[in-house]
């Protein structure tokens, strides 16, 4: 997996402060169809946000652990119920953010 240095994640996390969160983890959790929307949408995106739900039996800080330890999506910041999740696109059309965050 690709680490990112300071600048690179402020750098991040100030692109992501606007976002709204796209995905919800629920009571169901995360299952292997979840995680592939997930990285659909960081194909087209590169930058998203998910919100764990309160009603959910998982912390976010769980949600996190996972999904760094078992895929290869970057995870910039947790933020309380918030995740911000960062994975470069595998098209080059969609590579707006990664490009930018090279130039750091």
Same mark, same amino acid.
């Given at each position: 997996?690709?680490?990112? +240095?300071?600048?690179?994640?402020?750098?991040?996390?100030?692109?992501?402060?606007?976002?709204?969160? #796209?995905?919800?983890?629920?009571? =169901?959790?995360? +299952?292997?169809?979840?995680? /592939?929307?997930?990285?659909?949408?960081?194909?087209?995106?590169?930058?998203?946000? *998910?919100?764990?739900?309160?009603? +959910?039996?998982?912390?976010?800080?769980?949600?996190? =652990?996972?999904?760094? =330890?078992?895929?290869? *999506? #970057?995870?910039?910041?947790? #933020?309380?119920?918030?995740?911000?999740?960062?994975?470069? +696109?595998?098209? /080059? /059309?969609?590579?707006?953010?990664?490009? =930018?965050?090279?130039? #750091?």
């Amino acid at each position: 997996m690709n680490l990112l +240095s300071g600048k690179q994640k402020k750098f991040l996390k100030a692109k992501a402060h606007n976002l709204r969160p #796209i995905f919800q983890v629920g009571k =169901e959790g995360i +299952s292997d169809k979840w995680i /592939e929307q997930i990285k659909f949408a960081l194909d087209k995106r590169e930058l998203i946000k *998910v919100n764990v739900l309160q009603g +959910s039996d998982f912390e976010a800080s769980d949600v996190a =652990e996972y999904l760094a =330890e078992n895929t290869d *999506v #970057i995870v910039v910041q947790v #933020i309380g119920h918030v995740l911000v999740l960062y994975r470069q +696109s595998a098209k /080059e /059309e969609n590579r707006k953010v990664s490009t =930018e965050l090279r130039n #750091i």
